[in-house]
Every structure is written in structure tokens, then in C-alpha cells.
């Protein structure tokens, strides 16, 4: 598609663009570029190829256009015009010329629906377009033509496709590794069509492409891969002459570049030994000043320690002599407190015996009730104290054996051990002073009134007794006999009786909820709270 005078002015182009080692990255890729569009880019079209117009040629050929068919033999004399256009693009008139023979060729090939020619098509309007400097159709006609020729057997022209994609990356600068994949491509083709010296150009770029980022191993094995081409295409020597000479720049290039790497290598292992010896020296001084300092704080620390056991020994011979006086204080304390509930309840029973003696003189049969009730309500308050100075505990009530001689010492005042069952529920725990007395009151108190009027002239008389822990922190008393129950018109919260009204205000002493209920008999319970953690 190129003429042979197009091909020999590219070519002494492509010497001129080979460049120095020295030149700045931006010099050497605009050289790179040169050698996209001025040395790679010689294809030759291996369909009817024909020598290339001269200008009498083009003028005659373009005088015959308008009477020739439109046919495959318009479509190359279209194309020949178009590249001897393209290859005297001294102005841009020449190129637009060149540009439209080639669209109006691509039109034509388009309606016989030929792959071969509308691929060289498309590849003749890349190459335009590539010297019109419109590097965004580069691209993109290029790979229409390679679209079309992929289903032909053009592999040059395939190839070539492949050349311009190339160099569209390169005018875009675009990253090494995108420049690299349709180099590649293209000499894979021509391998196959076995055209040698686009092998080599191939090759020559690829090698470029890998010393512009300064791996020059690569480098030197693609340009050797070159060379070895050019030969089997029978070049010339002086033409393989730059290539070797470049050859000889690359291998001093690679040389020196793997001298600095060694130098460079050796001065950071020489300044990693000095930084170790260095490391190593402050790690010693480092390690002696500490090792002084942890000898003078275990100096300290023995000094201070010796003079802390001697404060803490005399300290703890005075706590010694504190506990031994608080001891003996505590054991005469609890001896007091066994001798206050033993008199409380030597004198709770002189009131007794007293009630007792006072009752001997009464005829009155209310005030003999009364003093017994009393006497009752007492004999519960000095059962308490009498257990409390019997039991080793001077502030708490074992309650399931309180509220068994309680129950015991009614049955004995009642006189009634055979005319009434009473049945006991209760779980083991202990309760202190604040809350054993109420209760116990509250016990006697509902044990007396269900022995005096539960039951009159009636068999098989039951009280059951319970006193159980329902959760952790709440606790239930019930009294419930099962005798006649509670008069029609009783009001358990506005009632005469001293009795209910005692009940009533032990509840609410301990924060307790009272109830007086019918339930087959009379039943009285008593809820209350207590935690135990009070107890300490």
C-alpha cells in the first residue's frame, strides 16, 4: 500500500529517531511515538499488490473514476490514489484528498460487503488519520479493520491493524503494560504470515518499550530477537548497522545499571553494618546504664523494705494487742447480752406470775380473759429472750423451734392437747428481734382467738400452722383453722378487739400485709419482706 520512495524516507527517519540514553523520559517516549508513525508503520498488502502510482498515474487515474463500475478494481485504484496521497503529505489538502479516496473506497467495499477490502479500508483511514494528528479515530478504525480482517486470511494487513492500535497508545501515552499488548500481537501475526523484517520492527519497539522503564535484560533479548529477523529477511548490514549499535548501547546501558544496582547493594549493606554496630554499641550502654539503675532501685527497694517490716512488725504487735482487747471486749459483750435477755426474762416472768397472782383475786370474767391474754402475750415475748441467751447467736431466732414451743406452751395454757390437731409447716430460717417478736405476737394472738371461738362443741378440730420462705427476700405466715369462721357482720379493718388492732399494728411495724379471710374456717395470713443480708 506504500510506495518504495514513502518506505526509504520512513526508514531514514527511523535512524534519526533512535535516540540517546541520556535524553529526558519525556524526549525518549516522543521518540518512541516517531518510531510508531515513521518506521513501524509500513505495511504491504499481500492481495494484488501493484506497484505504487506515480503522479501522471494518479491524475490519469483520477480522471477515469467516474467511469469505472464500482467494483473491487475501483476500490484499489481508489486505495492506490489514496496512498500516493497519504505518502506526499506535504499540506493538508493532500491529506484530505488522501482521506476521502479512502472513505469513498470504504463505501464501496461496505456495499459488495468485502472483509478483506473494508478491513485495508479501515486501515488506510487509520494511517490518514494518523497523520492528520486525530489520535482518538486512531483506535478506534483501527480496530474496525482488524474486526473485518480477523475473518479473512490478510494476516499482514491484520497485523498492521494491530501496528496502529499500538500506536494510538503510544501518541495517548498510555500506561507500558497497555503499549505492550498490541506490540505483542502484531508479531505474533507476522510469525505466522512469516514477514521477518515486521518481526523485527515489532521486536525493535518491544525492546524500546521495556529500556524506557529501565529493564534492560528484556531490552537487550527483543533487540537481539530483532536482529535475528532482520537477518532472515536479508537486510543489509549497514541498514542492521543502527540496530546493532543500539544493541551495543542497551548491553553498556544494562552494564551500568547493574553496576549502580551492586554499588548501591554494597553502600546500604555497608550502611546496614554500621547502623548494627552502632545499634549494637548504644544497645550496650543502654543496657549497662539500666542494669545500674535496677541495681540501685533493688538497693532501695531492699532498704526500704527492710525499714517497712520493722514499722510493720511494731505496727502489727499493736494490732495484736487492739484484737486481744477487742476479743475479750466482744466475749464480755455477748456475756452482757446473755445476762440482759436472762433478766428480761426472769422479770417478764415476775409479770406473769404477778398476772398470774392478780388473776386469783378477779371475778369478773372479762378482766380474767384479758390477764390471761396478756400473760400470753408475754410468755411469747420471754420465750424469745430465753432462746436468745440459750443460744450461741445473741441477736437472731431459730423460728422453726420458736414457733413450736410457742405452739407447745398454748396448748398447755388451753388445756385442749386432745380436743384439737394442730398441723406445722415451717421452713428453717431465722429471724432477728425486729421481726421474732411482732410475729410471735402476731402467732399468739391468732392461736388464742382460733382456740377460744373456732371450735365450740365441735369434733375433729384442726389449726395448721405455716411459715414459709416464698422467693429469696419474702416470707408467708398463715393461721387457718377450719371451725365456724368469722361472723357475718366482722370488719377485720374497723373492729373493736384489741387483739385485731395488736395484729393490725405488728404488721405495719415490720412493712407486713395482713388479711383476715373465711376460707372453710378463718384464715390469717401475714406477707412481709426481710432481707437477709440484714442480718449481718
Known sequence: MFSNQTKIILFLLVLFAIGDLNASPFLKDLKQVETSEMTLLVPENNIDEEPAYTEQQVKKAEKSLNRL???IDKVKILLQISDWYEASYDNPKTLEKAFHYAEDALRISQALHSNIYIGKCYLQLSMVYQLRNKDSMIEVTARKAIAALSKTNQLDDLAESWVMVWSAKMRTRKPIPERLVPIFKAAAIFEKSGNNQRIGDCYREISELYFSYSDFNKSLNFLNKAVFFYKAAHLKEDEILPISSRLNIIYEADKRNRDIIRLKNTTLLQESRLKNEVFLRNSMITFVVLLLIILGLLYKSYR??????????TQQDEI????NTLQNLVVEKEWLLREIHHRVKNNLHMVVGLLASQAEFLKNEEAIQAINSSHNRIQAMSLIHQKLYQSENLSI?????????LTEYLKDSFEIRNNIRFILDID?????LSHSIPIG???NEAVTNAIKYAFPNRTNNIITISLKVTDDENYKLIVHDNGIGLPPDFDPYNNPSLGIKLMHGLSADIEGKFLITNSNGTKISLEFTFKENNLH
Request: hydrophobic letters at 40%; aromatic letters at 14%; a positive charge.
Open 69 to 71: 463500475h464500482e467494483n
Open 304 to 313: 526500704f523494705k527492710k525499714k517497712t517490716n520493722i514499722i510493720l512488725e
Open 320 to 323: 495484736n494487742k487492739k484484737n
Open 397 to 405: 431466732i431459730d423460728m422453726p423451734s420458736y414457733i413450736f414451743e
Open 428 to 432: 428453717s430460717f431465722s429471724l432477728p
Open 441 to 443: 405476737l402476731i402467732f
